[in-house]
């Protein structure tokens, strides 16, 4: 930004500006290839100094040598003094050096004179001269007229001359022309970098929508922040998808061009280069590109090396690399920087770096805003900045708003917003809907919710399908689905899928002595998959499975590790086992802990173990709270031994 006033700052703009239009004229002014390499470049060779140069061509063009006058004008123009160079050049091009009229005309453009600078070039391309008609080839695109502007470029690109290929592809591009592709390739091929670059992009956009197909993306944005939003409870570089057969050789290539690119100094180039890398897991490399690309000022660069530093466990470098792209405008980086601050505590500072983003024209800043002020309790803020980004298309702020909604037992107001999730891809919203149909027992409508958010790989939704098709009787839909979630980590999808596998099993034989111990089952590894997540009921059956193999230890573990986390048939169990290592004493206290939590037979082996004692008060007790809780079996011994024990105490 430009203050008022600030006149070192207008000073040096003004610079930046006239040497960006002498770095400009230096790509069409043309060399004169008789003289030496200092008419040719910009750079003198170890013997000679630019000085010495300059005074040996005057003094041959004050003898009237043709190539020194050329060369001394094009030397004069690249340093930018026009007034000095225009009599050397006009003579030079008054005796037909055609080099001279191209820079007479680079000289004249300069000036403003647009037409009369365009009649020297025509006059020098005419001639033979490939840099003059590229620029006159530009000059007549800038007015309009293509055909013309097509004519003189083609002319400079079968020269051979780079820039005219480059600005040939250019223009055959914008009309959808199949040629731009082969004139590209040539000035990349010649060394231009930002045609190698452009190459790359239509190798590799060709590469993926024969992959994917022409109606997808393979973008993918790292946004920090995000998080799913249930009623149970944000590179900014494209990334190429893994393409196969014909497609790997053009991607292949495409890299190697984004390589080329990269290499003569492309930040935009290194950048993709470095996503490529990161995708494909080089990250050291992929670490080299982003930097050499964000010390070159792409924010994009700065913010992706932000996450490989902090990926890599060096945070306070990552803070660094983000607040350099947050600076330069970059949302992503901001957003990443209000992530950190927030894990922090620091809600402040989260809270305007996440304001930067918003700012910055990213729709997460609004979102995160809004999780934000939701962990905070801050609903009403919360809502209206999951609205804000809802209305700008963000599809899980849309389902993170019908959350709030649904909570708040605005079911009708939440609806929409969850079906305007889902249908732009949100899996939780699909989930959600879901769950929102179910309690209104439209199971028909929630199945198919549950069926689409399962197809996007959604945990839960996994297990709510399998469930309805074990309800149904299809239990091969109900295992596919059971397998997938409990694949996913859901407890409840691993045992319900065991117990599925469990019934399929034989029944055990007769035991055989010396026979050896029978190996897991399946579904005992399911079991205890669950089991080791805190399935209370999985723990149990595992506790029974190791039991039954004479495992006693392991099934002591896994029946107390459920008694102790409330499991009444844990209790039991665990109890049963005591009694038969002899510990009725602690056996008892299990029992107790059953019988209390509602275990019938749990309330009979304690009247029984009353009743031996000769605690007949105590037993009869025990058996009128086994009638209560039943099973019927139960119920009726209890009944029996109640009263036995009575006719017991009243004889």
């Known amino acids: ?26 790509e069409i002014i043309e060399a004169v290839g008789a003289v030496d ?43 930018g003094d026009l007034d000095g160079a225009e009599p ?81 592809a250019d223009l055959l591009e914008h009309r959808s ?5 082969r004139w590209l390739r040539a000035a990349a091929e010649q060394g231009h970098r930002e045609a190698a670059y452009r190459l790359a992009l239509a190798l590799e956009r060709r590469a993926t929508e024969t992959t994917r197909g022409p109606h997808e993306t393979g973008t993918r944005l790292r946004t920090p922040g995000a998080r799913a939003a249930v009623p149970a409870g944000g590179t900014g570089a494209a990334v190429p998808g893994q393409p196969a057969g014909e497609c790997a050789g053009e991607t292949a290539e495409a890299e190697q061009w984004f390589r080329q690119a990269a290499a003569r100094g492309h930040r935009r180039a290194a950048l993709h280069l470095g996503a490529i890398l990161e995708h494909r897991g080089e990250l050291k490399e992929a670490g080299r590109w982003y ?95 999951y609205r804000r980004a809802a209305y700008a298309g963000h599809r899980e702020a849309a389902n993170a708003l019908a959350v709030l909604l649904l909570q708040a037992g605005d079911a009708n107001g939440a609806e929409p917003w969850f079906s305007k999730a889902a249908e732009a891809g949100s899996v939780d919203a699909a989930f959600n809907l879901g769950i929102l149909h179910a309690g209104r027992d439209d199971d028909r409508t929630a199945l198919v919710w549950y069926e689409r958010a399962a197809a996007a790989g959604h945990t839960e939704a996994a297990l709510q399908v399998g469930i309805a098709a074990l309800r149904d009787g299809d239990e091969q839909t109900a295992e596919r689905h059971l397998r997938c979630a409990a694949g996913g980590g859901s407890a409840e999808a691993a045992f319900r899928l065991a117990s599925v596998l469990d019934a399929r099993r034989p029944e055990p034989g007769p035991a055989v002595l010396g026979a050896p111990r029978e190996e897991k089952s399946e579904c005992e590894e399911w079991y205890e998959r669950a089991a080791q997540q805190g399935h209370r009921r999985a723990q149990v059956r595992v506790g029974m499975l190791a039991a039954g193999r004479g495992d006693l230890a392991e099934a002591d573990r896994w029946y107390r590790e459920a008694a102790e986390a409330g499991s009444r048939n844990g209790a039991f169990n665990l109890g049963l086992l005591l009694a038969r290592e002899g510990s009725e004493r602690e056996a ?63 004889a």
């Open 291 to 385: 930097l050499s690309s964000a010390k070159e000022g792409e924010a994009k660069a700065a913010c992706a090396l932000g996450f490989l530093l902090r990926d890599a466990g060096d945070e306070e470098s990552a803070a660094v690399w983000w607040l350099r792209a947050a600076q330069d405008g970059d949302g992503n980086a901001a957003n990443a920087l209000g992530a950190l601050h927030a894990a922090r505590g620091e809600q402040q500072t989260a809270e305007r770096w996440y304001r930067a983003a918003m700012d910055a024209g990213d729709v997460n800043g609004a979102y995160n805003l809004g999780l934000l002020c939701a962990a905070q309790d801050r609903i009403p803020q919360a809502e209206q900045w």
């Open 37 to 79: 390499a200092a008419v040719d470049t910009t750079a003198e060779t170890d013997a000679e100094n630019e000085t010495e140069t300059e005074a040996r061509h005057r003094r041959a063009a004050e003898h009237g040598d043709l190539a020194s006058m050329s060369a001394l004008g094009a030397l004069l123009l690249r340093r």
């Open 177 to 181: 022309d199949v040629g731009a592709e």
């Open 1 to 26: 930004m430009v203050f008022m006033g600030d006149r070192a700052t207008l000073l040096e703009t003004g610079r930046f500006v006239q040497r960006h239009a002498r770095n400009a004229a230096d």
């Open 88 to 168: 050397y050049l006009r003579g030079a091009t008054a005796e037909g050096d055609r080099a001279a009229a191209n820079n007479l005309g680079v000289l004249l453009h300069q000036r403003g004179y647009a037409e009369e600078a365009a009649g020297w070039w025509r006059v020098a391309a005419v001639a033979g001269s490939a840099p003059a008609a590229h620029a006159l080839g530009r000059h007549h695109r800038e007015r309009g007229d293509e055909p013309a502007a097509e004519y003189w470029l083609r002319q400079a690109a079968e020269q051979g001359h780079a820039l005219g290929a480059y600005a040939l």
């Open 588 to 650: 008892a206290l299990w029992w107790t802990r059953a019988a209390r939590a509602g275990h019938g037979r749990a309330a009979l082996r304690l009247a029984l173990l009353a009743a031996r004692r000769g605690e007949l008060t105590e037993g009869r007790r025990w058996c009128d709270r086994a009638v209560e809780l039943g099973p019927a079996e139960v119920a009726e011994r209890a009944a029996r031994l109640s009263e036995a024990l009575h006719q017991e105490l009243t």
